[in-house]
């Protein structure tokens, strides 16, 4: 079966200017058979017959998420004087690549990462971005980046980043302390992964 696997890390170790998002990324060819990557669930949704006072639904945007949370996780109520982190819902395959790169980080003695909000929304923004343009590129917002296109589990993008000098460098470099992940699904189900890194 042939597929497309196609990974880069930020400048810092690529040793190359990051291409600006207006540019077009490398060709890259589409993955020409079916593969095990994740696709969003399309349960049946009846409508309900129409009325005058019900308004139509609209279909969502293009970009699908691979994979959603079946519940909202547990709210705790913050403490008197504690400062209160924004909330935010990791997806299911977020939390995976999250636990695949802290594990591959105590197997080096490295802390864990926490999972910062202000990163969360960065990569999902940048890598919805890619997947709406199918490019492959970095965002250019001051941070470290690993960003990659066509694995089809989070164990298989993390073991590709892992085995790359740049993306290693990374996943282990203990000045990193925080991580935002995310991966998003093309209609025709290539996945676009992206991590960023910050102290």
Request: hydrophobic share 35%; charged share 20%.
């Amino acid at each position: 079966m042939l597929s497309t696997v196609v990974f880069c890390a930020t400048v810092a170790f690529c040793g190359a200017e990051p291409a600006e998002q207006s540019q077009p990324a490398a060709a890259v060819s589409q993955a020409v058979s079916q593969t095990q990557a994740p696709k969003p669930a399309d349960a049946p949704n009846p409508q309900p017959p129409k009325t005058a006072t019900a308004p139509e639904k609209k279909t969502e945007p293009q970009v699908h998420v691979a994979y959603r949370l079946p519940t909202d996780p547990p709210r705790t109520e913050p403490k008197p004087g504690q400062k209160t982190e924004p909330k935010f819902e990791l997806l299911a395959i977020e939390q995976s690549v999250v636990d695949a790169t802290n594990a591959e980080r105590a197997r080096y003695g490295r802390p864990a990462f926490s999972v910062d909000a202000n990163l969360m929304a960065t990569a999902r923004q940048h890598c919805t971005w890619m997947t709406t343009n199918r490019q492959l590129v970095h965002a250019r917002i001051g941070v470290a980046e690993n960003i990659a296109m066509g694995q089809s589990s989070s164990q298989e993008v993390v073991r590709t980043w892992m085995n790359s000098s740049g993306h290693r460098a990374n996943i282990l470099n203990g000045g990193h302390r925080r991580i935002g992940v995310a991966a998003y699904q093309t209609p025709e189900g290539t996945i676009y992964w992206c991590q960023q890194f910050t102290p």
